[in-house]
T-cell receptor, first 115, second 113 residues
Framework: DAGVIQSPRHEVTEMGQEVTLRCKPI?????LFWYRQTMMRGLELLIY????????DSGMPEDRFSAKMPNASFSTLKIQPSEPRDSAVYFC?????????????FGSGTRLTVV | DQQVKQNSPSLSVQEGRISILNCDYT??????FLWYKKYPAEGPTFLIS?????DKNEDGRFTVFLNKSAKHLSLHIVPSQPGDSAVYFC????????????FGKGTSLLVTP
């Protein structure tokens, strides 16, 4: 298995532009998670899906952030409009179930820089 | 509010010695705890876990200890090796979080030869 695949690996964009991050989870995993890593807050959970349905988006910082999972093999995280404070590494993870004891498999992340 | 806290941003240890990474949590509903390891430019990878019904779990050079009354867990690495240099994240899971993992800010471990 190729693992969790994220694209792009790096994204540099100007403030105000729309940014779309993509994720392909491991086949057969029913739960998908979006995390953001910053120095100040560490790894914070933004949103997670179970069976393609958003379960908890309370971690999404603002209405500028939105996430979708149109099918079991693809998810997007969109920021519109982007701001410099959105600069961070964004990770996608997948798991057979939501429960943490199954362990999450993380992608390599997308490093976003908003200038 | 941060429910999983790693109060030491960094730790430096000599090769061969013991590394002890600490983690505190505030939510008494957490019942499963994990440690993840992260190298630069890679995603976090699972290292070791412990259920709240245990107070110790060992896997080779890695041991996790859980003190439920103190809401504290620690990761011991013995002996430490230069390849252990990475960022270590503590994570917790419980019913009131929908069982999704809550992570701490991480501790950067440097093992020097």
């Amino acid at each position: 298995d190729a693992g969790v695949i994220q694209s792009p690996r790096h994204e540099v964009t100007e403030m105000g532009q729309e940014v779309t991050l993509r994720c392909k989870p491991i086949s057969g995993h029913n739960s998908l998670f979006w995390y953001r890593q910053t120095m100040m807050r560490g790894l914070e959970l933004l949103i997670y899906f179970n069976n393609n349905v958003p379960i908890d988006d309370s971690g999404m910082p603002e209405d500028r952030f939105s996430a979708k999972m149109p099918n079991a093999s693809f998810s997007t995280l969109k920021i519109q409009p982007s701001e410099p404070r959105d600069s961070a590494v964004y990770f996608c993870a997948s798991s057979p179930m939501v429960a943490g004891w199954y362990g999450y498999t993380f992608g390599s992340g997308t490093r976003l820089t908003v200038v | 509010d941060q429910q999983v806290k790693q109060n030491s941003p960094s730790l430096s240890v000599q090769e061969g010695r013991i590394s002890i990474l600490n983690c505190d949590y505030t939510n008494s509903m957490f019942d499963y705890f994990l440690w993840y390891k992260k190298y630069p430019a890679e995603g976090p990878t699972f290292l070791i876990s412990i259920s709240s019904i245990k107070d110790k779990n060992e896997d080779g050079r890695f041991t996790v200890f859980l003190n439920k009354s103190a809401k504290h867990l620690s990761l011991h690495i013995v002996p430490s090796q230069p390849g252990d240099s990475a960022v270590y994240f503590c994570a917790a899971s419980g019913e009131n979080s929908g069982y999704a993992l809550n992570f701490g800010k991480g501790t950067s471990l440097l093992v020097t030869p």
